[in-house]
């Protein structure tokens, strides 16, 4: 059930600052389950945050593969070196916006939080879509006719 206090505690924020309409960023972030908080700003940024780190980390998985790790040795396989280059830049992207989220965080300054908040729902649909595409190409990769598991195994030793 949706925490209606929080949409409340928002339209009151969205007020006295410049924010996207609740709904639409209810849907990107997941805001209406937020417990409540004196400090909502902060709570949107860790949510924010917390996509920020789970898709940082599976670009890193693909870029920088852990030779224990069997799914990350698969996929990295299956992207060139231009879409790896174009996965860095979006690795890039990402990163820049988690470390500005945690320099606001430690700031404590609401216009500054009003602002990255603006500036990743801004960029978020963009970001999204790239994601998306090298999600589809990972999918992808596990719909071989025929997996070929000495390839996948061979990194192992």
């Keep these: ?60 998985e693909i870029l920088q593969p852990d030779t224990s790790n069997l799914y990350a040795m698969h996929e990295t396989r299956f992207f060139d070196e231009d879409e790896k280059k174009r996965m860095y830049e979006l690795y890039t992207k990402l990163m820049n916006f988690n470390r500005q989220s945690i320099e606001v965080s430690l700031e404590h300054n609401e216009n500054n939080e009003v602002d990255f908040i603006n500036n990743l729902f801004q960029e978020w649909k963009t970001l999204k879509q790239e994601l998306l595409a090298f999600v589809r190409k990972t999918r992808a990769s596990w719909k071989r006719e025929e997996a070929d598991i000495k390839e996948d195994l061979g990194y192992m030793g």
């Design 1 to 60: 059930m949706p925490n209606k206090d929080i949409e409340k505690q928002y339209i009151e924020l969205k007020k006295k600052h410049r924010l996207p309409e609740f709904r639409e960023i209810d849907f990107e972030f997941e805001l209406s389950d937020l417990e409540e908080t004196s400090f909502l700003l902060r709570a949107i940024i860790r949510r924010m945050e917390e996509k920020l780190d789970f898709y940082s980390t599976m670009l890193e």
